[in-house]
């Protein structure tokens, strides 16, 4: 488990999430732009609540492993949110290729020269 601390305050995640919540934080200044997001956590008395945050590119996390006898939230969801939201921000798209030819059989180019005053 890792205790993640944001804003003046913390909660305790599993390592899974807590790292893939960082790893969003890094891509999200790609692209400029914020997401809230929702992520299971522990109460301090071991009970399981859902935390709310406000991601952007300024976020500052602080994430530290603690040691605890409460049962791990159940985390799979949002961990293969944030790993996805993570993989679409960071990956290029590649640019695509239009070539357009002109028949060099014709007067008009099929019109161009017409229709754009060429």
Not at 4 to 19: H, I, K, N, P, Q
Not at 39 to 58: I, K, N, R, W, Y
């Amino acid at each position: 488990m890792k205790r993640v601390s944001y804003c003046g305050r913390s909660f305790l995640t599993t390592d899974g999430a807590a790292d893939a919540l960082l790893q969003l934080a890094v891509a999200l200044p790609v692209c400029n732009s914020s997401e809230l997001l929702e992520l299971p956590a522990l109460t301090d008395d071991g009970h399981t609540m859902l935390v709310q945050l406000v991601v952007g590119p300024t976020s500052e996390f602080l994430s530290v492993p603690e040691k605890t006898r409460a049962k791990d939230p159940d985390t799979a969801d949002a961990v293969a949110y944030l790993r996805e939201r993570t993989r679409v921000l960071t990956t290029r798209a590649e640019p695509a290729y239009a070539y357009a030819y002109a028949d060099a059989g014709t007067q008009s180019n099929n019109g161009w020269d017409d229709l754009y005053g060429l």
